[in-house]
């Protein structure tokens, strides 16, 4: 699967277009307690811990919608879009949500 934030792939011609796919992940209370735990990950203003769960957040949304655009029959997805967004009681949940569009190159 060729994966593209732009809306064509270079030097490939877009044959089909079988519509939008998307992806969704959230990532609940647990995700808060074990960032406060990984504060000690610290190192230069950044957080290991914080930043592997961000990652493994993305990928999930991405496998996501890989797997959608493959029932549609597509092998690129163009025009990816990853959005991150806090979400429930006081914000206690991030929603890492990716969508493109599905084609046939």
């Given amino acids: 699967m060729i994966l593209s934030t732009t809306p064509q792939i270079e ?4 044959r089909e277009y079988k519509g939008v796919v998307t992806g969704e992940t959230i990532i609940g209370a647990n995700f808060v307690k074990d960032f406060f735990a990984g504060i000690r990950d610290i190192v230069g203003g950044r957080s290991g811990s914080y930043e592997k769960v961000l990652r493994e ?9 890989i797997h959608r655009a493959e029932e549609l029959g597509a092998n690129a997805i163009v025009g990816i879009d990853i959005d991150y967004e806090t979400i429930g009681a006081n914000n206690s949940m991030l929603m890492v949500a990716t969508s ?3 084609v046939v190159i």
């Fill in 11 to 14: 030097g490939r011609t877009i």
């Fill in 57 to 65: 957040a993305k990928d999930t949304s991405m496998e996501e919608m």
């Fill in 100 to 102: 493109g569009t599905a």
